[in-house]
């Protein structure tokens, strides 16, 4: 199994900035895949950004030009820094990797989840 535990979320007031940051802990071979969803109120989880082993990002259309995602690819850990907050950035925030964990009969894939963190942005 894999944890994610991330931190960093809060209050913040609309134009201001947040860091994100997510740290993989467990059983762990490799992880291809570590990003950043969201769901805010009474909405579907959404993309926010991911960023693979070899330096793709991906971003959700709303969130462009307003983050950098980072990730250490030792340490198991992902960071995500969000400028130029808007009151719909608002929405608990969850940490996710695409890993291969190691068992006791082999290794497999599977996608982790956090427990999620919540941002609101609000004067």
């Known amino acids: 199994q894999v944890q994610l535990v991330e931190s960093g979320g809060g209050l913040v007031q609309p134009g201001g900035s947040l860091r994100l940051s997510c740290a993989a802990s467990?059983?762990?071979?490799?992880?291809?895949?570590m990003g950043w969803f969201r769901q805010p109120p009474g909405k579907e989880r959404e993309l926010v950004a991911t960023l693979t082993s070899s330096g793709i990002t991906n971003c959700g259309d709303s969130v462009k030009g307003r983050l950098t995602i980072t990730r250490d690819n030792a340490k198991n850990t992902v960071d995500l820094q969000m400028n130029s907050l808007r009151p719909e950035d608002t929405a608990l925030y969850y940490c996710t990797a695409d890993a291969v964990v190691k068992s006791h009969v082999g290794t497999y894939s599977a996608r982790f989840w956090g427990q999620g963190t919540q941002v609101t942005v609000s004067p």
């Open positions: 467990g059983s762990i071979f490799s992880i291809n895949i």
